[in-house]
């Protein structure tokens, strides 16, 4: 079993920053990829990046490459995601989620274990 507990939503306007955090503890061999994923009311659920745990390697789906970072502590307990120039199209609640592989990380599919969500809004 892995658990994940998001925190450091809330609201900002256009251009802020914010950085969401994703506490990990659980099973290793089935945390080794922590991947963000954000759904905005009437969308499906969508990756916006992830990380390989250990091996650090990140990845990032085109609409926030050089906007938003994801990041780990030295254990791998806390993964990151730092967002900066954040637009509208931002908004959305985010989660963490966890599996074993960062094969396919950007869809729903992905996931065995998923966080509660945190609400992020963007304001224009």
């Known amino acids: 079993q892995v658990q994940l507990v998001e925190s450091g939503g809330g609201s900002v306007q256009a251009g802020g920053s914010l950085t969401l955090s994703c506490a990990v503890s659980g099973h290793n061999k089935d945390r080794s990829c922590i991947a963000w994923f954000r759904q905005a009311p009437g969308n499906e659920r969508e990756g916006v990046a992830a990380?390989?745990?250990?091996?650090?390697?990140?990845y990032y789906v085109d609409s926030v490459k050089g906007r938003f970072t994801v990041s780990q502590d030295d254990a791998g307990n806390t993964v990151y995601l730092k967002m900066n120039e954040l637009n509208p199209e931002d908004t959305g609640i985010y989660y963490c989620?966890?599996?074993?592989?960062?094969?396919?990380?950007?869809?729903?599919?992905?996931?065995?274990?998923w966080g509660q969500g945190t609400q992020v809004t963007v304001s224009s």
């Open positions: 989620a966890a599996a074993a592989w960062c094969v396919s990380w950007s869809k729903p599919t992905f996931a065995d274990y």
């Open positions: 990380i390989s745990i250990g091996g650090g390697t990140t």
